[in-house]
């Protein structure tokens, strides 16, 4: 199957500062990416939708100005969590799609913010 | 809209015993069907998938679902499960609409004990 590489799969930031997490398809083009939070114990909940070269579309209830989600090219797509604060802990997943029916997901990143 | 029902929330077994993880789903239209598993601190792996065809479908490590229309249905099943297998287990349903997000139950977890 495809690839879906994610970077890092943990990080501890202060809170306050930012955090870049990026997502990059290794074997296709993925002309749209997903990025979700998981909290312990819950099913996935769906932040945005990204599309190569144009605006992602965020969810009810998800603030674009902390996440902020960039899909520069068919294999890159980057999210940032501004600002961190404790309550943004969360393990994020993104996943990757290209014609296919279903997804391939990267490996997650566990976010700790102190 | 579309909805994935998972109906156990934890399934605990024994070693080398059968298990089913049941799933319903809702849709006015077609869909593709998926099974993911997610091991501890991971990402999501993709099991199995229904596009279309026999209704029974194989996938990875002995598992196997069944598309049953009637009952909107498409359970996970395996005849001996292994220690290994503790994880937690999505369905999802595929849309079918280009670049939307694959739509999920709220997952099962797997318990294997010896």
Request: proline share 4%; charged share 15%; hydrophobic share 35%.
């Amino acid at each position: 199957g495809a690839v879906v590489s994610q970077h890092p799969s943990r990080v501890i930031c202060k809170s306050g500062t930012s955090v870049k997490i990026e997502c990059r398809s290794l074997d296709f083009q993925a002309t749209t990416m997903f990025w979700y939070r998981q909290f312990p114990k819950k099913s996935l909940m769906l932040m945005a939708t990204s599309n190569e070269g144009s605006k992602a579309t965020y969810e009810q209830g998800v603030e674009k100005d902390k996440f902020l989600i960039n899909h520069a090219s068919l294999t890159l797509s980057t999210l940032t969590v501004t600002s961190a604060h404790p309550e943004d802990s969360s393990f994020y997943i993104c996943s990757a799609r290209h014609g296919q029916p279903e997804a391939f997901f990267g490996q997650g990143t566990r976010l700790t913010v102190v | 809209a579309q909805s994935v029902t998972q109906l156990d929330s934890q399934v605990p077994v024994f070693e080398e015993a059968p298990v089913e993880l049941r799933c319903n789903y809702s849709s006015s239209v077609s869909v593709y069907l998926f099974w993911y598993v997610q091991y501890p601190n991971q990402g999501l792996q993709l099991l199995l998938k229904y596009l279309s065809g026999s209704t029974l479908v194989k996938g990875i490590n002995g598992f196997e679902a069944e598309f049953n229309k009637s009952q909107t249905s498409f359970h996970l099943r395996k005849p001996s499960v292994h220690i290994s297998d503790t994880a937690e287990y999505f369905c999802a349903v595929n849309p079918n609409q280009a670049g939307t997000a694959l739509i999920f139950g709220k997952g099962t977890t797997l318990s294997v004990s010896s």
